[in-house]
């Protein structure tokens, strides 16, 4: 099946800080998300990509849908405390396969005072 | 504009008891998805449904769960004779039929069977 490689696992930041992590998969996506989750929370989308090569901003957070259609980033400039949390990237299948989310495993942003 | 509405947001249920999961759409929304979320792990695809049609049920269990959206109302998930291995949180999502890849979850149901 597919399967989603999201690195880093975790991160340890100081506030102000830029953070970059990213996603690769083994198979190929027409759909890129990411997600913020918080504890007891569910996910909250932040950033959509439906185009290979696009590049798309919200605030601070900037996200882009690689060439390859296998991968995609996500990075957020001047991290703030209430960036704390764990972030997802989402695929959608290009083919005719499932019709749901494939998720990477997330990764856990901290910041350190 | 409400979000998607999920109840119970904890529910506790004994082995061999059944466990039912709602979940209505963001208003305009007419595609349902649930996920199930494993501790420290991302969420996993269950079943796709439209109003009275499974879609896809390819990450359902085979046994014991079941799912349904019916024309009036909200979306059920239902899990039969619960078992210890079925407590985690589950997540439902909706989209726009413009826009099937872009889902939007609610805020889940905790489940633990003791």
């Not at chain 1, 992590?21 to 198979?27: A, E, G, L």
């Not at chain 2, 208003?27 to 501790?39: F, N, T």
């Not at chain 2, 899990?79 to 039929?97: K, T």
Request: hydrophobic share 35%; with cysteine.
């Amino acid at each position: 099946g597919q399967q989603l490689n999201q690195s880093p696992q975790s991160m340890f930041i100081q506030e102000g800080e830029d953070v970059s992590m990213n996603c690769t998969s083994s198979s190929i996506f027409n759909t890129w998300l990411w997600y913020k989750q918080d504890p007891g929370e569910g996910p909250v989308l932040l950033i959509a990509l439906y185009k290979a090569g696009e590049l798309t901003s919200n605030g601070r957070l900037t996200a882009q849908f690689g060439i390859t259609r296998k991968d995609s980033f996500l990075n957020i400039s001047a991290s703030i405390p209430s960036d704390v949390g764990i972030y997802f990237c989402a695929g959608k299948d290009s083919g005719g396969g499932a019709d749901g989310l494939t998720f990477g495993k997330g990764t856990h942003l901290i910041i350190q005072p | 504009n409400a979000g998607v509405m999920q109840n119970p947001r904890h529910l506790v249920r004994r082995r061999g008891q059944e466990a039912r999961l709602r979940c209505s759409p963001m208003k305009g929304h007419s595609h349902v998805y649930w996920y199930r979320q494993l501790p420290e792990e991302g969420l996993k695809f269950m079943v796709y449904l439209q109003k009275e049609n499974i879609i896809d049920e390819s990450g359902m269990p085979k046994e014991r769960f079941s799912a349904e959206f019916p024309k009036e109302g909200p979306s059920i998930l239902r899990i039969q004779q619960v078992v210890r291995g079925d407590s985690a949180a589950y997540f439902c999502a909706s989209s726009p039929q413009e826009k099937r890849g872009t889902q939007y979850f609610g805020p889940g149901t905790r489940l633990l069977v003791l």
